[in-house]
């Protein structure tokens, strides 16, 4: 077997001139994921404002007059759809993606960066379009972030004229970017790890970011192809998922159109869109509990391979979100079954993270607190997901605030977690200096008790049969007083969560300035984005050679070594195996 | 231990036979697979492309099928008359020839392109791009009958279920997109070729990264033939 020199080619590398070429259109990696972290966060934080819309009226009804039923629609539609696409999507593959492949496998930068960089402004491109549709005449989409047809198209939902064009035209954007970047991530990771790094040497964070950008560009063309279909229904008068349908007491012209055509396109884009946010989440999360316990992972081999498994699972269960939709029945019985296969390997996840932390030296710093902090998160939602999939089970609690509780815990709460474990723990990489511990800290404990008390009573107001969605409750006889008052318990902890991620933002600003100066590897990790020359890394990485590596990501605390942690770099000595 | 071997992780391993070896060949140091990355990239693209066809594919499947109307038959519709009897999908037989023609030049040129040879490569190139340019000709020739004189439109068409000129338009006009995109592409390439940039670059890989992307579309076309045009 002839050795293929890994192809290492400074030469090819741009370097930048000036301010522009340095930091506005730069082709470097990780100025890139800087840009794509600081739009996603604007954007998340927008979404943030909305959900607390959506909290006051659910609160306190008939008190805020500004927020009228379209208002809410609205907010519901764009507060979704903008944390689930714009800002995890992104955050976790265009952000840490860009910044922690070339990083931690030891290349100089992504493989085409001249179109990692355009995957950047593009993905601009499509927030903006996104935005500009609160601008529009008749406002954003109010369709749900599920956009079902009929009713996301014709009159009745707000934003049916111009609301939901630009959604899909933003969405169609998005995955043009997505695409660009996701190429980038998989050639990258595929072709141009450095010497000794082999893909079973590979940090956890890499598998998964990596199998959940192959996830993205499998998933998000179904995507694609509904929102074309969808324009064309709403701009040339076609059914594709428009039905002979009565609307607003005329008979429409469209016949024969198929809705659930679209739910099964939606959901085959859908269900892996979970898994796009969440591996990236776990793979990370597994590097932070490695190094802040000072043990390695526990079960390398089978985490990669969880994560693998969980991928390709991923693909086939999407059709657990449709059991209402009036698809045929037997269906649900494959769908349901496949969902609980893919719990298997999500649990030996789960047993792994907690057996690395056993009998670990557990160092509670703040990228530890929120990962830890993941595992119960994680484990609450993916518990009552056991509900879910059993489709008799989930008839009654289907679209109710048990689905809300379920999903936020599983793939809102747990992920933006492991994505503030994780600044918490690059930030020193990226900027050179430490975020405030003692913030960070308040951080924490407001966050994560906080969204507890969110999400935790919702599972009560599911079981009641409160259904999700209703601007009003008004007055129904199987909805007890008690529910306003759990409802203005969840708001203020709503609001106080909010405030905790203004604190967050400031810790991020104002660390920039005042932060600590961070010593090279503060939190003494093993991986190659920690072993550069500059610090923090400069461009290129790497000095004039690539860094080469010879033993996997997690020797920590090994038995008679000098140092509780032995990089990736570093060559064996006697008498210690690689 | 020399330090070569250690880092390649291969110096001291036994190959292992059969599906091991095959595991240990993709999961070793050295690149997944042996190809340029520009060529990596495109087959991961197709990957991504031809789920987006198939999910077009897999819709218009599902539309037809729900669709209250009855489906036109297409061998009546996509019917040619020169003077004498309609012969039945004959236009479209001459497309599917041309551009099946034209992914045997793309083929050649990327032949021609490992053996360096400049002139030839080009000009082969140009007659792939000239041909893709004739079958996206002669689909719009096929829209404007249809169109005009058949009075199909994608929100209905006398035939019957309005969803055949939908699918038949959303389909062909991607797919029509994709060829108009890979003729500007062969183009560019081809100038490229023709001035001699890939000489001093020292290697046609993007010829072939071209060809490949050619060859998909191609490709693409037959399944929309067999679905669209003979079911």
Redesign the interface.
């Known amino acids: ?1 002839a ?2 020199a ?2 290492d080619r400074p030469d090819e590398l741009h370097h930048p001139h000036s301010f522009i070429t340095k930091y506005v259109w730069s082709q470097d990696h990780k100025v890139i994921a800087i840009q794509y972290s600081i739009i996603a966060i604007l954007v998340g934080l927008i979404a943030l404002g909305l959900s607390f819309v959506m909290r006051l009226q659910l609160a306190f009804p008939d008190t805020f007059s500004f927020i009228d039923p379209s208002i809410y629609y609205q907010s519901v539609t764009m507060h979704g759809m903008i944390m689930v696409i714009y800002l995890l999507t992104a955050l976790f593959l265009g952000g840490f993606g860009n910044y922690l492949i070339p990083l931690q496998l030891g290349a100089r930068d992504m ?2 960066p001249y179109m990692n960089m355009l995957s950047v402004w593009v993905y601009l491109l499509s927030v903006i379009v996104l935005l500009a549709s609160f601008f529009v005449p008749g406002g954003p989409t109010g369709a749900g972030w599920t956009l079902y047809p009929p009713q996301a198209i014709l009159p009745g939902t707000p934003g049916t004229d111009w609301g939901i064009l630009m959604m899909l035209l933003s969405l169609a954007i998005f995955i043009v970017a997505f ?1 660009m970047g ?3 991530y ?2 990258t990771v ?12 590979m940090p956890l964070s890499v598998w998964g970011i990596f199998t959940a950008t192959i996830l993205g ?6 995507l ?3 929102a ?2 969808m324009s ?1 229904d709403k701009l ?5 998922f428009i039905p ?1 349908v009565l609307s607003m007491g005329d008979v429409l ?6 809705p659930v ?1 679209f739910q ?2 939606f959901w ?1 884009f859908g269900h892996p869109e979970v898994y796009i946010v969440a591996l990236p989440a776990f793979g990370i999360v597994s590097d932070l509990l490695s190094v802040h316990a000072r043990k390695n992972i526990f079960g390398y081999r089978m985490m990669v391979w969880a994560i693998v498994a969980i991928g390709g699972l991923s693909f086939i269960v999407w059709a657990h979100h449709m059991y209402v939709s009036g698809m045929n029945p037997y269906f649900g019985f494959f769908f349901a079954t496949t969902t609980l296969i893919i719990a298997v390997p999500t649990a030996i996840k789960v047993y792994n993270w907690v057996l690395t932390l056993w009998k670990g030296d557990i160092h509670l710093t703040v990228p530890m607190l929120f990962a830890i902090g993941f595992i119960f998160t994680f484990i609450n939602g993916g518990l009552t997901g056991l509900f879910l999939g059993n489709v008799v089970v989930d008839l009654p609690l289907s679209d109710t605030y048990f689905v809300v509780a379920h999903f936020h815990l599983v793939m809102g709460v747990s992920p933006v977690l492991v994505v503030c474990g994780a600044i918490y723990h690059w930030y020193p990489n990226i900027t050179g200096r430490m975020l405030n511990d003692g913030m960070g800290k308040v951080h924490f404990w407001m966050t994560f008790i906080g969204t507890y008390c969110i999400y935790f009573p919702m599972y009560y107001l599911g079981i009641l049969g409160l259904p999700r969605r209703y601007y009003s409750n008004g007055v129904t006889d199987f909805i007890p007083d008690s529910v306003s008052a759990v409802n203005i318990a969840i708001t203020v902890s709503a609001l106080i969560v909010g405030l905790a991620q203004l604190l967050f933002v400031l810790n991020l600003i104002t660390s920039l300035r005042f932060g600590k100066k961070a010593e090279q590897n503060p939190w003494r990790a093993t991986t190659l984005e920690w072993r550069t020359p500059e610090y923090p890394p400069g461009h290129g990485n790497w000095g004039p050679e690539l860094p ?3 033993r996997w990501a997690y020797d920590y605390s090994v038995p008679g070594a000098e140092k509780d942690f032995i990089c990736q770099d570093e ?2 000595t006697e008498g210690q195996g ?1 | 231990m020399s330090q070569d071997a250690v880092l390649t992780g291969s110096g001291d391993v036994a190959i292992q036979e059969g599906l091991g070896g095959v595991v240990g060949d993709w999961s070793a140091d050295k690149q997944t697979f042996i190809v340029p990355w520009g060529k990596a990239m495109m087959w991961i693209f197709l990957l991504s492309d031809t789920f987006i066809f198939s999910c077009f594919l897999i819709g218009y499947m599902k539309v037809r099928i729900s669709a209250t109307d009855p489906w036109p038959i297409p061998s009546e519709v996509f019917a040619l008359s020169f003077g004498g009897d309609p012969i039945p999908l004959i236009l479209i037989a001459i497309m599917t020839f041309i551009l099946i023609t034209s992914s045997g030049t793309m083929a050649m040129a990327v032949n021609f392109g490992y053996r360096q040879d400049r002139k030839t490569t080009a000009v082969l190139m140009l007659i792939t791009a000239l041909l893709g340019a004739s079958f996206v000709g002669m689909q719009a020739f096929e829209w404007t009958k249809l169109i005009v004189d058949e009075g199909v439109r994608p929100w209905s068409n006398p035939m019957g279920a309005a969803q055949f000129g939908s699918t038949f338009f959303m389909i062909t006009g991607f797919h029509g997109l994709h060829v108009s995109c890979g003729v500007i592409y062969l183009l560019v390439v081809a100038k490229r070729v023709w001035t001699g940039f890939y000489d001093r670059k020292g290697t046609y890989e993007t010829v072939e990264v071209a060809g490949l992307y050619w060859h998909f579309v191609d490709l693409v076309w037959v399944f929309i033939f067999a679905f669209f045009y003979l079911w």
Do not use: C, D, K, W
Not at chain 1, 253 to 258: A, L, P, R, V
């Open positions: 077997m050795y293929v890994i192809a493989v085409f695409t996701g190429l980038n998989v050639t595929l072709q141009a790890r450095t010497r000794g790094m082999t893909l079973m040497r560009l499998l998933a998000f063309p179904a694609f192809v509904s074309v279909m064309f040339l008068g076609t059914s594709f002979a012209e469209t016949e024969g159109g198929s055509l099964h396109l085959f080469g590596v010879y060559p064996p690689a």
